[in-house]
């Protein structure tokens, strides 16, 4: 079974950056598309971004696009996410996930397998 574990959370201010990183391990990760789940207080989780197995294929939901970017590393079992030119509105409890699908799946969090345990990203106005 694949562990995640993210990192890279943390406080910024509006129009700044950050990384995030998920480190996997325990399983067969070049096989498993990538993503990155968000959850605001008082909100579901929402869907952000994900990677195919091969990193060719790449999906973003609207609210991030242009300003975020996933990538990933299966030397290394990691996938990132950098977000740039964040907003207030994009605080949130962020979460790695995995799943052996690449598709539409991904837009439900109910679909998607596999889990880390977040990183809170704060965004100051």
């Known amino acids: 079974q694949v562990q995640l574990v993210e990192s890279g959370g943390g406080l910024v201010q509006a129009g700044g950056s950050l990384r995030l990183s998920c480190a996997a391990s325990?399983?067969?990760?070049?096989?498993?598309?990538m993503g990155w789940f968000r959850q605001a207080p008082g909100k579901e989780r929402e869907f952000v971004s994900v990677i195919s197995w091969t990193g060719l294929s790449t999906y973003y939901a609207d609210s991030v696009k242009g300003r975020f970017t996933i990538s990933r590393d299966n030397a290394k079992n990691a996938v990132y996410l950098q977000m740039d030119s964040l907003k207030p509105e994009d605080t949130a409890v962020y979460y790695c996930?995995?799943?052996?699908?690449?598709?539409?799946?991904?837009?439900?969090?109910?679909?998607?397998?596999?889990w880390g345990q977040g990183t809170l990203v704060t965004v100051s106005s």
């Open positions: 996930a995995a799943d052996p699908a690449y598709g539409g799946s991904w837009l439900n969090y109910r679909e998607v397998q596999l």
């Open positions: 325990g399983g067969t990760f070049s096989k498993l598309s």
